[in-house]
């Protein structure tokens, strides 16, 4: 089986661009990207593996093995994830993830991203793949 998320952006305000991200079933969370630095609109599959931050103890990962949801084949850019954080400052230029928001912050970060990660653990489990689709408001 094929899911297919997809993270709505809104208008960037300064340096900080939210978003919404819907997981076609259940509910959707909100997302925080640092305008500069966005990962172009386009569709990724999503799979999760091993941070090489997490591992070093500067992300945080809501599991003892490390793995955090990863976008491939993200164009000019490697190791594009989806983690907490619930700061602009938090972000190189991952997708933050978090419940609420307010005009230039998240919250709630780490327990969406454990309900992120134990999506993907289901659905590696059952062979399934994800697909993240980023397209902007006006799109």
């Known amino acids: 089986m094929i899911y297919d998320w997809l993270l709505t ?3 960037p305000n300064g340096q900080v661009v ?10 959707p ?3 925080l990207e640092r305008f500069g630095v966005m990962i172009p609109e386009g569709r990724y ?3 999760l593996t091993v941070s090489a931050r997490a591992t070093a103890g500067t992300l945080w990962a809501p599991y003892p ?3 955090l949801p990863l976008l491939l084949d993200v164009p000019g850019r490697s190791a594009i994830r989806l983690h907490a954080g619930n700061h602009i400052m938090d972000s190189d230029g991952c997708i933050l ?3 609420e928001h307010d005009a230039t ?3 709630q970060s780490r327990p969406v991203l454990t309900r992120v ?7 590696e489990s059952s062979e399934d793949q994800v697909w993240l689709t980023v397209r902007s408001q006006a799109s």
């Open 65 to 67: 093995d490390q793995k």
């Open 9 to 11: 952006r809104q208008v």
């Open 105 to 107: 912050e998240i919250s």
């Open 117 to 123: 990660v134990n999506i993907l653990r289901d659905a």
């Open 18 to 27: 939210l978003g919404v991200l819907d997981f076609g079933g259940g509910l």
């Open 29 to 31: 969370c909100v997302s």
């Open 45 to 47: 599959q999503v799979m």
């Open 97 to 99: 993830v978090g419940s």
